[in-house]
């Protein structure tokens, strides 16, 4: 009887203690909600901001940001009806802040083998950019031949994936590498090099600084679409939700219109720099 009692009582703890366990594994899924529903939840969309002109710049007197990043990531914000938020990140660290929740998309951010391990990405593109150059005065660059000689100088900033490009595509011209986007522009304003090589909306905005030179997308263009970097979640509603509003902003021509107001901002006429959509580039 006494042995009954005994195997009774400890089934019954052995339940009790199942069911706490359960509950407080289930808990935290539970109380994790999807990256749409906290938006909504909140009334705020996070967008990461990191320093990169056109895409996302800082006035350094407001401190507001600004960018064709911060323009879409508006757009974006409006047809979910909440309040546009920009979270201060870097381009390094922006999967990690994604990942932590700290924001709930970064814009403009190419989805790369090893970037999709760690964070999603929607399937459709959020626009197009292509590898330009930035070429002198009297230079004129139809085809990647007109600079591949040897008397060409072409600045890059070294490591990149221009650089990397740049090497096999020009054997012949003299690649000449600098540290950063910074002091490859200064060598091109200072006469040092022919051309610099980099994706045509960043040498448009060197344009607007220098105002030398003139920016081509040599033929055939290698022109590469890039998207945005989002949490990895099970339910796919924000994705889904991104799919749309990017295949609407593309082909409506509201994401072409909103990198010509940026660059109108910037002093530049957009009827002579190239378009961010793959159709333009490839003209």
Do not use: C
């Amino acid at each position: 009887m006494k042995t009954n009692f005994a195997l009774l009582l400890w089934r019954r703890l052995a339940l009790a203690l199942l069911a706490v366990l359960s509950l407080s594994l289930a808990a935290p899924v539970m109380a994790q909600s999807s990256s749409l529903q906290k938006i909504k939840q909140t009334g705020e969309l996070r967008i990461g901001v990191a320093p990169g002109d056109p895409w996302y710049f800082r006035d350094p007197n407001s401190g507001q940001w600004t960018g064709l990043g911060v323009l879409i990531g508006e757009q974006l914000a409006k047809s979910l009806n909440v309040k546009l938020v920009p979270v201060e990140t870097t381009w390094g660290n922006s999967v990690a802040a994604l990942q932590s929740g700290q924001i709930d998309i970064m814009l403009v951010l190419d989805a790369t083998e090893e970037r999709k391990r760690a964070i999603d990405f929607p399937s459709k593109p959020l626009l197009w950019y292509a590898q330009g150059v930035l070429a002198k005065d009297g230079l004129v660059v139809k085809n990647w031949e007109d600079l591949n000689k040897a008397d060409i100088r072409i600045g890059v900033a070294l490591g990149t994936a221009t650089d990397r490009d740049l090497t096999k595509r020009l054997p012949n011209a003299k690649i000449e590498r600098f540290t950063n986007t910074d002091e490859t522009v200064a060598a091109f304003n200072a006469g040092r090099v022919d051309a610099i090589g980099f994706y045509h909306p960043a040498l448009a905005i060197a344009y607007s600084k220098i105002h030398k030179g003139a920016v081509y997308i040599p033929k055939p263009a290698v022109a590469l679409p890039t998207s945005a970097g989002i949490r990895k979640e099970s339910d796919s509603a924000f994705k889904d939700l991104l799919d749309v509003q990017f295949d609407k902003l593309y082909n409506s021509g509201t994401t072409e219109s909103l990198y010509t107001q940026y660059l109108k901002s910037k002093g530049l006429d957009p009827s002579k720099q190239p378009g961010v959509t793959r159709e333009a580039l490839e003209k």
